[in-house]
């Protein structure tokens, strides 16, 4: 990728700085709509074709209110994302008065069987587990530094160690309401996951979740016995979730596509403002290639839903299937992210160098070693390679891919895919300034040349 570093550099930051001002970019608003507006534009400006902002219905949760209230004082605290979950559209209200707290300190399944919770308000130790990279599918890391022999305190918050169990029993004993002790998450109880994607039960969360921080729930504990009023209202309907798509035509109708996601929960400076940055580069790079050089044509996306169950993934793929329309490899670039850690306090450490780069490649026509492989020549240190079986093997899993490729993967799309998830991208705390702008110009460069390489190795 021949380009002059320091002006992609101030545009690639300033795309970042542009897709952030808003406070949240969440499907269905106000916010969402402006930002894919802002996509439409840059599409336009850098040369792409047949700009569309495609939309498809998805289920959308708003909290009205939730509030949570200890012996009359008003506790700081955040509902647990697909909780409170007592209809699948309109209204679900919670309304505590005077209930009882019981704590089962990390909620043993013999502790939660001795314990009447019939009524009760169920306070527990939320634990996530620690990371340990070996213990991953990933086959090979490239951490000429060190990187991946550093000691670190991180946590896995994506799978928790015991909430989802404990939160099941408690409910099932009759529990109104669950307060969830963050132990090892930052220090604060700003939690934004929701956790329903990785649940086994038809039963839906239909008792509110409240978070509240460690040193929060230190204070709780001191209090007991104590009773607790919660007022939770949320509301959940279906609104447009909207995919933003620009083309560039190449030698051959089959389409490459590179995308991100322009939705976020809160500010999204690395998830996912940075991607796009990507996006946005790339697109700019292979507009001013003659198309006799652009072996495939190139679709560029924008998605959103990222938040919502992948609806809108989902319909854009039908909409290209239904037009017949042949992806050949999905190219997805997610979070460049500087590295953080935690102090035993759990204050959040902040470092100027990147997160672990996590690399799903589909190990077919040699991809994923010539992705790993580049990524090496570029000097993308701190990346981790993990082998996508491919659709039809007998190794394939539908839900390998855990990154915003998850629905062209499931479809049988063969897909590059990076990101990094530091624990803050479940945190407000994921703005602007989290970013590694210096990782930005070497990520479009590193991708630019995997989309060339790929073009070979597919045999086009």
Not at 111 to 139: M, R, S
Not at 157 to 185: H, R, S
Not at 434 to 457: N, R, S
Request: hydrophobic residues 35%; aromatic residues 10%; glycine residues 6%.
């Amino acid at each position: 990728m021949k380009i002059e570093e320091k002006l992609l550099n101030s545009q690639m930051t300033n795309w970042v700085k542009e897709l952030t001002q808003w406070p949240h970019r969440k499907t269905g608003t106000y916010e969402g709509r402006k930002s894919a507006e802002y996509v439409e534009k840059e599409f336009k400006k850098l040369g792409l074709s047949d700009i569309k902002i495609n939309s498809a219905d998805s289920l959308c949760t708003e909290t009205i209110k939730s509030d949570f209230y200890v012996n009359g004082k008003k506790i700081k605290s955040i509902l647990s994302n697909g909780t409170n979950k007592k209809c699948k559209t309109g209204r679900s209200i919670t309304q505590i008065e005077n209930a009882e707290m019981v704590y089962i300190k990390d909620g043993s399944a013999e502790e939660i069987k001795e314990i009447d919770l019939d009524g009760k308000v169920v306070i527990c130790d939320v634990l996530f587990l620690p990371h340990n990279w070996c213990d991953t599918p990933a086959t090979k890391f490239y951490g000429p530094n060190g990187e991946f022999d550093r000691e670190r305190e991180i946590y896995n918050v994506y799978m928790p160690a015991n909430y989802i169990d404990t939160y099941y029993m408690a409910m099932e004993k009759g529990a109104c309401a669950y307060v969830g002790i963050l132990q090892n998450f930052m220090d604060e109880n700003f939690l934004n996951e929701d956790y329903n994607y990785v649940i086994e039960k038809e039963r839906p969360m239909a008792i509110p979740t409240m978070w509240i921080s460690k040193e929060q729930g230190c204070d709780l504990i001191k209090k007991l016995p104590a009773v607790a009023d919660i007022n939770v209202e949320t509301e959940s309907e279906y609104k447009k979730a909207l995919t933003v798509t620009g083309m560039l035509e190449g030698m051959a109708d089959d389409i490459v596509l590179v995308h991100s996601h322009h939705d976020a929960a809160v500010e999204g400076g690395v998830q996912d403002a940075s991607g796009m940055s990507v996006v946005f580069a790339l697109a700019q790079h292979f507009a001013a290639m003659p198309k006799a050089e652009r072996k495939t044509t190139m679709m560029f996306v924008s998605t959103d839903s990222h938040y919502t169950d992948y609806e809108g993934h989902d319909k854009f793929l039908d909409m290209m299937e239904a037009a017949k329309k042949n992806i050949v490899l999905d190219c997805c670039i997610e979070h460049i992210a500087k590295e953080m850690d935690m102090d035993k306090e759990n204050h959040m450490i902040i470092y100027d160098r990147p997160e672990t780069r996590i690399l799903y490649a589909t190990d077919s026509n040699g991809l994923a070693e010539m992705a790993f492989d580049t990524f090496c020549q570029h000097h993308m240190s701190h990346t981790m390679l993990m082998p996508v079986a491919p659709y039809g093997s007998k190794d394939y899993d539908p839900e390998f891919v855990c990154t915003d490729a998850y629905s062209m993967h499931e479809r049988g799309i063969p897909v590059i895919s990076v990101l990094t998830a530091p624990m803050y991208l479940s945190h407000n705390t994921d703005t602007y300034d989290k970013v590694y702008f210096k990782g930005l110009v070497p990520m479009a460069e590193t991708y630019a040349d995997i989309i060339t390489k790929a073009w070979d190795a597919m045999g086009y």
